[in-house]
């Protein structure tokens, strides 16, 4: 029950919905059926020895195997061909492994896009590469994707190995401090998938997660659009306060594009109210959920490096409402 549960979901390597994913699911499947045939056969061999044995020697301990010249030729022929097929089966396992691998990682990689993706403890940090413009386009823990497109990952750590598993997308590629690798993903439908970091990176490891949001390629320039805008100034005095306590209190770590807000020690709140979670998915984005994290992260990411804001209450208030306009 517990194996069939991680079936079919939005974090799920059986239900491929990219090209890396889909070689991977089809090489698992051959691997599946070629060591489950295996596994029968040996099975099946060893009952039959077990049975035989019992009706030939009732009593008999230890059967005498090689009393009969023909039975020992007949034994070796047996143990010969087991093991020509067994380096047989491991020699072509190999060969589709290499396959795989070998779509998965194209020597040289055709390219739409491109986003560079830096791994912090415990969130990740997206920076749409767009050519011929000198607007910047950064994001974090959302990364939309258009559907079709050739889409490469340019992977790097700021502090330690961390690694990148959309399991519905592709493989996993590890981003590592002072070297870049890289990864070339398509996804093939419309559809939200969970990734995870898959390399154990301290406190927070497990609540390093991001979402993909795969779509149609006008839904995704429309989306690079409104991220590509700098945040809109207050239009109200609560709002004017509220980036005030901002920049008092949080500009230190976080930057909002068209204000004096700069830091990059924690994520861009340049459009923070358009993503779905905060915090590496932790928490669905509500108004409830984000109050609380503000007012103290370190009850939701335990050791997470934003320091519980002790704001009175309404300079509390009015830093939510400005972070609600940063849509
Ligand atoms: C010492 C640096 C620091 C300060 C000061 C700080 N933060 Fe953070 N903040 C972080 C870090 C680091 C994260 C990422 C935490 C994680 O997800 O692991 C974060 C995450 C967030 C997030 C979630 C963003 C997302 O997309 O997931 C919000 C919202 C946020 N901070 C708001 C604030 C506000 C508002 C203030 C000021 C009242 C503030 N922060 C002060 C470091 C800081
Ligand atoms: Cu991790």
Redo the contacts with the bound molecule.
């Keep these: 029950m517990l194996a069939l549960a991680g079936c079919g979901g939005i974090q799920s390597a059986t239900n491929p919905g990219g090209r890396g994913a889909d070689a991977i699911y089809g090489l698992w499947s051959v691997f599946l059926v070629v060591c489950a045939v295996v596994w029968l056969l040996v099975m099946a061999a060893l009952v039959w020895a077990m049975l035989r044995r019992r009706a030939r020697h009732p009593m008999a301990l230890a059967p005498e195997l090689d009393s009969d010249p023909n039975t020992k030729r007949r034994l070796r022929r047996t143990v010969e061909l087991a093991t020509v097929a067994t380096l047989v089966i491991l020699l072509g396992l190999t060969g589709a492994t290499y396959g795989v691998v070998s779509k998965i990682f194209p020597v040289h990689p055709r390219t739409d896009l491109t986003i560079e993706l830096t791994g ?4 990740w940090e997206a920076r749409y590469e767009l050519p011929g413009t000198s607007a910047s386009v950064v994001t ?2 959302e990364i939309h994707l258009p559907v079709g497109a050739d889409v490469t990952f340019v992977l790097r750590s700021d502090d330690v190995i961390h690694s990148l598993w959309v399991p519905n997308l592709d493989g996993k590629t590890d981003l590592i401090p002072g070297q870049t690798n890289t990864l070339t993903v398509r996804a093939d439908r419309p559809a939200t998938y969970r990734g995870q970091c898959a390399e154990f990176c301290g406190l ?1 490891h497990a609540y390093m997660g991001l979402f993909v949001v795969a779509e149609s390629p006008p839904k995704f320039d429309q989306w690079l659009e409104t991220q590509r805008r700098p945040a809109p100034p207050p239009d109200n005095p609560d709002v004017r306060h509220g980036l005030d ?2 920049m008092a ?2 500009a ?3 930057r909002v594009r068209g204000t004096g807000a700069t830091a990059t ?3 861009d ?1 340049t459009h ?1 109210a358009s ?1 779905a979670t ?3 998915g ?1 928490l669905p984005n509500t108004p409830g959920n ?1 109050g609380g ?2 007012a103290d ?1 370190q009850q939701q ?1 335990p050791g ?4 519980p ?1 002790r ?1 009175p209450p309404a300079d509390l208030q009015s ?1 939510l409402h400005y ?1 609600g306009t940063l849509r």
């Design positions: 912090h403890r415990w969130w974090a823990n927070q306590v901002f209190n949080c230190s770590c976080h020690v924690g994520p709140l923070v993503r905060i915090a590496a932790r984000l994290w503000v992260a990411k997470v490096l934003m320091p804001m704001l830093v972070l």
